[in-house]
C-alpha cells in the first residue's frame, strides 16, 4: 500500500464550514493526488503536488485548494464545505515501475456534507 | 472530461469463466493502466502496458492495446469470487513522474460463486 494513510477515514459536516483531510505517506515519494470518487464519473483529480510547496490544480479544482510543507503531507482543504462536495476522497502517490509510473492509493475519507 | 470509458458497466459471470472488459480513449497516450477496487477500498495497481506493446500477460491478466481503435481489453482467466470488484482504466498521456492519469468510470464485475 506504499505506506499511505489518510485521516480521518470518514466525516460528517455542516454546509459552511471549513473541512481539512490529511494524506500522509511515508516513503518519501515526490508526487502526491487528490482525487474525489462519485458514482457515474470515476475518478476525477482535483490537486496534485510534484513536490514541497510545488503544487497545481486538477479537473474538479473549483473548492479546494491544497497544501505540501513537508514531503510526507499533503493536505486538502474545503474552505466552505457544500452539499456539492460530498464524496469518498482518495490519496495516492506515483512511483516509477519498469515500465512506467504507476500509482498507488489511501484508503479513502468519505465526507457528508448535511 | 474522461478519457477512458470502459464497456460494459457491470459484468457478472460464473466462477470459472473469463471476465472481458474493454476500455476505449479519445487522444494519444504513452501508456495505459488497469486497476482494482474492492469494495470501501482505494484501487490497486493490476497491470500497465505501453502504447509500443500489443499484448501483456500476468497471472490470469491478459491485456491488449490497439492504438489504432484506440482501444484496450482486460481479460480475467478462470474468474474467482474474490475477483468481485470494480475495474477502472487510466490512460497517461506522457513517460514523466509529473504524468497525470485520466480513469475510466469503472466496470463492476460480480463472479457468482
Known amino acids: 500500500d506504499a505506506g499511505i494513510t489518510q485521516s480521518p477515514r470518514h466525516k460528517v459536516t455542516e454546509t459552511g464550514t471549513p473541512v481539512t483531510l490529511r494524506c500522509h505517506q511515508t516513503?518519501?515519494?515526490?508526487?502526491m493526488y487528490w482525487y474525489r470518487q462519485d458514482p457515474g464519473h470515476g475518478l476525477r483529480l482535483i490537486h496534485y503536488s510534484y513536490g514541497v510547496k510545488d503544487t497545481d490544480k486538477g479537473e474538479v479544482s473549483d473548492g479546494y485548494s491544497v497544501s505540501r510543507s513537508k514531503t510526507e503531507d499533503f493536505l486538502l482543504t474545503l474552505e466552505s464545505a457544500t452539499s456539492s462536495q460530498t464524496s469518498v476522497y482518495f490519496c495516492?502517490?506515483?512511483?516509477?515501475?519498469?515500465?512506467?509510473?504507476?500509482?498507488?492509493f489511501g484508503p479513502g475519507t468519505r465526507l457528508t456534507v448535511t | 472530461s474522461q478519457q477512458g470509458e470502459e464497456d460494459p458497466q457491470a459484468l457478472s459471470i460464473q466462477e470459472g469463466e473469463n471476465a472481458t472488459m474493454n476500455c476505449s480513449y479519445k487522444t494519444s497516450i504513452n501508456n495505459l493502466q488497469w486497476y482494482r477496487q474492492n469494495s470501501g477500498r482505494g484501487l490497486v495497481h493490476l497491470i500497465l502496458i505501453r502504447s509500443n506493446e500489443r499484448e501483456k500477460h500476468s497471472g490470469r491478466l491478459r491485456v491488449t492495446l490497439d492504438t489504432s481503435k484506440k482501444s484496450s481489453s482486460l481479460l480475467i482467466t478462470a474468474s474467482r469470487a474474490a475477483d468481485t470488484a470494480s475495474y477502472f482504466c487510466?490512460?497517461?498521456?506522457?513517460?514523466?513522474?509529473?504524468?497525470?492519469?485520466?480513469f475510466g468510470k469503472g466496470i463492476t464485475l460480480s463472479v457468482r460463486p
Open positions: 495516492a502517490i506515483s512511483t516509477q515501475s519498469g515500465q512506467g509510473y504507476e500509482q498507488y
Open positions: 516513503e518519501n515519494h515526490r508526487y
Open positions: 487510466a490512460t497517461a498521456s506522457n513517460t514523466g513522474a509529473n504524468s497525470k492519469l485520466t
